[in-house]
């Protein structure tokens, strides 16, 4: 791994190990009911479709208006799209090229 996160440890290196393990969407749903409560799960499934719709040069109001989710948020997400560590961009360019294909 050439990206080192200044939150690496064991313990996440172990986590994302096992999410990498995962086959299908029904392992997806099974793991994350498991291990995130619903709140959590509907907390990242919103940050994603922010960050989503960000990439879509949607409006703030826009992005409200369509996810429920608060400007702050919606704020920080995009502080990330900028800033960050090209988390959102790498996977965003990935389902892009899956939905392509």
């Not at 409006?59 to 960050?84: F, H």
């Amino acid at each position: 791994m050439s990206y080192e996160s200044k939150f690496k440890r064991d313990d996440i290196d172990e986590l994302f190990k096992a999410v990498l393990l995962l086959e299908d969407e029904e392992d997806c749903y099974r793991f994350f009911e498991d291990i995130c409560t619903i709140n959590e799960i509907h907390s990242i499934a919103q940050r994603l479709q922010v960050a989503k719709l960000l990439s879509e040069n949607k409006t703030y109001s826009e992005i409200e208006s369509i996810t429920k989710a608060s400007t702050a948020t919606i704020s920080r997400i995009n502080k990330c799209l900028v800033y960050g560590a090209e988390g959102y961009k790498r996977i965003l360019d990935r389902m892009k090229e899956a939905e392509e294909k």
